[in-house]
């Protein structure tokens, strides 16, 4: 492995299509939804053994499950399009399953097996280690010498990351704000967020984590029910949320991700706009090739732009302007973050 580069954002923001542009690159390991899969406590600050890292690889994310049971599971879950032998009504699906082995290979149940048969038996180690360990130990299964880890909704993350990852590089991957939010809105992970973001602030806690069933019996049923193995899809489907709070929470993302990128080293970091990447894409993905450090190859730019999907762009445009002005009230500070780093 010569490079580790996460690709951080707000999620909604072309990064799925990323990911997709530099799996095709024949020297790039691209690693989808690592961090969004093993979820908050994937990153633990005291040391693994083997046995310890690959429970956090393998046992199933709660959310999720709980997600694909009650009829709105992630577009992203690729696992579940053509199940396998892990299931959420039987085993769980392992978190390493449902995202990022499926980008990997048509047979992610033997990879997850030769994986298992290893990943147990390593010594004691941070856990930054034991993931740099298995990135190289999948650098070698395909033939790939740099790494690009990409998860949305994960701006938040990258102090953790840092603190873990001291020699990664890091993309800041970011949208125009209305079309984000409006995007946002409409998907159900978000929608979730959402609510468990409400949920939490109304128990007062600042973590899910921290959650005790006296917090839980406090909240109204209807948000309760949201932590259970099975819910209502309603209450993340049908649910009116506001669509200006959206615009908000872009707004922190985007403001939380430029406060936490300005401590790492002017060239270990670079920002990339999904519009410029439409407008120039064959500009901007060189530049990302070189930042990330592997060649630009011209049937690899050829491949990309033809992944990009301009028909995304201006959805916002089309609200009422009413709604539109008050979105972009909500967008405006977020906007703000973005100026100033320029």
Request: proline share 7%; net charge negative; glycine share 8%.
């Amino acid at each position: 492995m010569r490079t580790l580069t996460f690709v951080v954002g707000t999620g909604r923001s072309g990064s799925t299509a990323l990911s997709h542009i530099v799996n095709a690159h024949p020297d790039v390991l691209s690693l989808s939804e690592l961090m969004a899969s093993v979820g908050s406590d994937g990153l633990p600050v005291e040391e693994l053994d083997g046995g310890e890292f690959w429970r956090l690889l393998a046992e199933p994310n709660r959310v999720f499950d709980a997600m694909t049971r009650s009829g709105v599971p992630l577009p992203e879950f690729v696992y579940i399009r053509e199940p396998g032998r892990f299931g959420v009504e039987t085993t769980g699906i392992p978190a390493l399953s449902l995202m990022v082995l499926p980008h990997l290979t048509d047979d992610p149940d033997g990879l997850f097996d030769e994986l298992e048969a290893e990943v147990p038996r390593w010594p004691a180690r941070s856990a930054g280690e034991h993931y740099e360990a298995l990135f190289r130990t999948l650098c070698a299964r395909f033939g790939r010498g740099a790494v690009v880890e990409r998860s949305g909704y994960s701006t938040h993350l990258v102090p953790r990351l840092r603190a873990a990852f001291p020699r990664a590089r890091f993309v800041h991957l970011f949208r125009d704000g209305p079309d984000c939010a409006l995007s946002m809105s409409r998907h159900v992970g978000f929608r979730m967020i959402y609510l468990l973001r409400e949920l939490r602030d109304r128990a007062g806690v600042r973590e899910m984590r921290e959650l005790t069933e006296e917090h839980v019996r406090a909240l109204p049923p209807e948000m309760s029910a949201l932590l259970g193995p099975r819910f209502d899809p309603a209450l993340v489907r049908d649910r009116d949320l506001p669509l200006e709070d959206f615009g908000a929470l872009w707004s922190e993302l985007v403001a939380e991700g430029e406060e936490s990128l300005r401590e790492v080293p002017a060239d270990m970091r670079t920002r990339l706009s999904y519009e410029d990447l439409l407008d120039a894409p064959r500009e901007e993905l060189t530049r990302l090739a070189e930042f990330i450090g592997v060649e630009p190859l011209p049937q690899w730019l050829d491949a990309g732009s033809d992944l990009l999907d301009s028909g995304r762009r201006g959805a916002s445009r089309r609200l009422p302007s009413r709604e539109l002005d008050a979105l972009k009230e909500r967008c405006a500070p977020g906007v703000r973050a973005l100026a100033a780093a320029r």
